[in-house]
């Protein structure tokens, strides 16, 4: 598959422009929570562990977004379906945690942001947004049609990914005046959260046909292709290539099965690890309360 998949080009292979700008926010994370952070008004910098949490987020960011894995995710859902898994549940939760809370506190404090963000990062409203936006996105012609146009593509999915730090914020946020939810209803709310998720889940790995025109038409496939490939390279190469099938090794059915299925798996094991972490920071909180010594009278 790797050498068929020459033929679109260094670009569209690898997104050297995606590159740089990944490359400035990681410079731009180092010099505002370094060196210049007194200017911002920062106090201490960010611990190892936020900085590794940050730039793996970064990392991940690239290899969904910037690598051939994005080429990929135009040739076969299966591909889709994990890039979307690591962009909307894992990344929004890395960079949560590697950003400094004095940081978080300018933003969501900001005169604008912070009305909005009260009424969005209620537990209803939050978990009802993403899950909502998620499924809508996966709906067969709404899916193709954001594969349309680079700007309508461009735009869903950053209206998602917004979506996608509100629905952790409630559970994950660093700002301990915002984190007002009890370890009870985090767990409630994360069971809830994947129970929304699995419907979209559902629809695609038992469908009885292929729901999406972009992974079995060639000409949507060849308008798809057209957001990743530079339309001269797309035009040369347009004679030689017949549709997504020539690139992948599975049936349109079958990736299509596997691609809900990835989806739900990795969505699981997401939500089971900060549904773990939730559980047993809330056990040793819990333990670490232990009752007074009562004190002992002695008679002399």
């Known amino acids: 598959m790797w050498l068929e998949l020459q033929i679109f080009g260094f670009r569209a292979l690898w997104s050297p ?92 404090y900001a005169p604008v942001i912070k009305p909005v963000l009260g009424v969005l990062t209620k537990p209803v409203v939050s978990i009802l947004l993403f899950n909502s936006l998620f499924s809508l996105y996966h709906i067969p012609a709404i899916h193709d049609f954001t594969k349309t146009s680079q700007l309508v593509h461009t735009s869903v999915s950053l209206t998602i990914l917004v979506a996608a730090f509100i ?48 992974y079995s038409s060639q000409g949507a496939w060849m308008q798809a292709m057209a957001l990743c490939v530079p339309g001269d390279v797309l035009d040369g190469i347009a004679p030689a290539i017949s549709g997504p099938q ?15 299925i ?8 997401t939500y089971g690890v900060i549904l773990a972490t939730v559980f047993f920071k809330w056990f040793n909180k819990d333990s670490l309360k232990v009752d007074p010594i009562p004190a002992e009278s002695h008679n002399y």
């Not at 809830?192 to 790995?205: D, Y």
């Not at 990835?262 to 094991?269: A, N, R």
Request: hydrophobic share 55%; glycine share 6%; with cysteine.
């Open 262 to 269: 990835i989806m739900k798996v990795m969505q699981e094991i």
């Open 17 to 108: 422009y995606f590159l740089l700008f990944v490359a400035g926010l990681a410079l731009l994370y180092f010099l505002v929570t370094g060196p210049l952070r007194h200017k911002f008004g920062g106090d201490d910098k960010p611990t190892i562990k936020q900085q590794v949490l940050f730039y793996t987020g970064l990392v991940l960011l690239y290899i969904v977004k910037g690598s051939p894995v994005d080429l990929l995710s135009h040739i076969m859902l299966s591909f889709h379906m994990a890039q979307m898994a690591i962009f909307y549940l894992l990344f929004p939760i890395l960079v949560i945690k590697g950003i400094p809370v004095w940081i978080w506190k300018k933003v969501v």
């Open 167 to 214: 629905v952790w914020w409630p559970v994950l946020s660093p700002v301990k005046e915002m984190d007002t939810m009890k370890p009870l209803l985090k767990i409630l709310y994360i069971f809830a959260n994947g129970v929304l998720i699995t419907p979209a889940c559902a629809l695609i790995i038992f469908a009885n046909d292929p729901l999406f025109l972009t």
């Open 246 to 260: 020539m690139f992948s090794p599975m049936s349109v059915m079958e990736d299509q099965q596997l691609g809900g």
